[in-house]
């Protein structure tokens, strides 16, 4: 039969290379807008909870957590006391580090039409980021609702700094597929 409903499975069927090119347009974007922000100090003072508690990149700070969470910036605002700690405590020069890197995986994910091999070893560089960045989900007490008289608290309850990490089960897959992708199609011009 040829109906309506099979031609609709069919279509999306041969949408894959599209689905690719999208999945892949996706991860630069937003590799290189994440990146290209922690320019920005306000995003540099959003990740110090994460980068703090982490036992992989808590050295890169320097104060030992918690003493940030008495310096926190809110997002947007300007408390000059905070600005200064902050830049003692090296966080912006990390913040600027960081997006560098993640700037530099996005552009090697983008490479992928003429150097494929260098798109994979980016895409294998993002897995890797975004297990570090999952890991924080364990690390950040921040990645939860906390106790503040609610009995809504704590696991399994993603605070706002939780949802923004767990959506990197989204990225983990993303870059996964454009590995695989851009792997496969490295090999395909290497037997050529």
């Known amino acids: 039969m040829n109906t309506l409903t ?20 996706g991860l630069i974007v937003v590799l290189v807008w994440i990146g290209a922000l922690k320019i920005y100090k306000y995003e540099a003072d959003g990740i110090v909870p994460f980068v703090a508690n982490s ?10 957590a918690p ?19 902050h830049e003692a405590n090296h966080t912006y020069t990390f913040a600027l580090g960081l997006g560098a890197v993640i700037v530099l995986y996005g552009l090697m994910i983008a490479l992928n039409p003429w150097l494929p091999q260098v798109a994979a070893v980016g895409s294998a560089l993002v897995v890797i980021m975004s297990l570090t960045t999952l890991s924080f989900l364990v690390t950040t007490p921040e990645s939860w609702v906390p106790n503040l008289g609610n009995t809504e608290h704590g696991f399994p309850l993603l605070s706002g700094r939780g949802r923004l990490v767990v959506k990197d089960f989204i990225m983990l897959g993303a870059a996964w597929v454009t590995m695989a992708d851009s792997a496969a199609t490295y090999l395909r011009k290497r037997e050529r």
């Open 55 to 64: 036992p992989v990149m808590s050295f890169f700070y320097k104060h030992p």
């Open 6 to 25: 099979d031609k609709a499975f069919t279509l999306a069927a041969n949408s894959r290379g599209l689905g690719f090119s999208l999945t892949r347009f």
């Open 67 to 85: 003493e940030y969470t008495k310096h926190m910036n809110p997002e947007g605002a300007l408390v000059p006391a905070n600005r200064a700690w």
